[in-house]
């Protein structure tokens, strides 16, 4: 079956330091892979994708991931964290049996908390 | 550019009430639109699929004549919530496929959604 975790419910991180938000997948074949951010009441923001071509992926905001094939994993990066990236983020992946409409499938989402 | 508005961004009504949720591409074309079902601090849950010009696609445990769904072109679908009770109060967010000249994006353009309370 498919799948996309995000391991951790929350994660904390002082203003300028680096942040790691992490996501694992479980899809047969080559995934499409996404991350979006959404801040309260408000719909998600597209943040960047791997569909192909090099594993570092570099996106909107500062926000990098990294495309891991061994380990199945497509965990978002930034070297150094501000306030305002305080918000929940989700990874998805799109499902493979629906891809001519490019259903995605979303984990669970990841608060991102970054303290002054 | 790849704007998608909602409309209603927030709406309270009567229990037995219909609501409709507009969700519009502004600059770009889109065969296919989703509907999510968001709860508090929680993933987003895909109800349908809604493709221009056909009948929406449904997830399992969705009821379609609750949710009513109509993509009539291709930059407007509509999710009305039928008879609407307490337990329809959620975030509804919907999606579009973007298409432009030929090309499919992979990605998803999500609209700012729609707080529905009913009382």
């Known amino acids: 079956a498919q799948s996309v975790a995000q391991p951790e419910d929350q994660v904390n991180v002082a203003e300028g330091n680096p942040l790691t938000v992490k996501c694992t997948y479980s899809?047969?074949?080559?995934?499409?892979l996404f991350w979006y951010v959404q801040y309260p009441n408000r719909g998600l923001q597209f943040l960047l994708k791997y569909i192909t071509g090099d594993n570092l992926v570099k996106g909107s905001y500062g926000f990098e991931a990294e495309f891991n094939k061994s380990q199945t994993s497509f965990h978002l990066k930034k070297p150094s964290a501000l306030v305002s990236d305080s918000a929940l983020y989700f990874c998805a992946v799109r499902d493979i049996w629906s891809s001519n409409t490019g259903k995605l499938i979303f984990g669970q989402g990841t608060t991102l908390q970054v303290k002054p | 550019g790849a704007v998608v508005s909602q409309h209603p961004s927030w709406v309270i009504c009567k229990s037995g009430t219909s609501v409709k949720i507009e969700c519009r591409s502004l600059?770009?074309?889109?065969?296919?639109m989703f509907w999510y079902r968001q709860f508090p601090k929680q993933s987003l849950m895909l109800m349908a699929t809604s493709n221009e010009g056909s009948k929406a696609t449904y997830e399992q445990g969705v009821e379609k004549d609750k949710f009513l769904i109509n993509h009539a072109s291709l930059t407007l679908s509509t999710l009305t919530v039928t008879s609407a009770h307490p337990e329809d109060s959620s975030f509804y967010i919907c999606s579009a496929r973007r298409e432009a000249s030929g090309r499919v994006y992979n990605e998803q353009f999500f609209g700012p959604g729609t707080r529905l309370t009913v009382l």
């Open positions: 899809v047969s074949g080559n995934p499409y």
């Open positions: 600059d770009f074309q889109a065969t296919t």
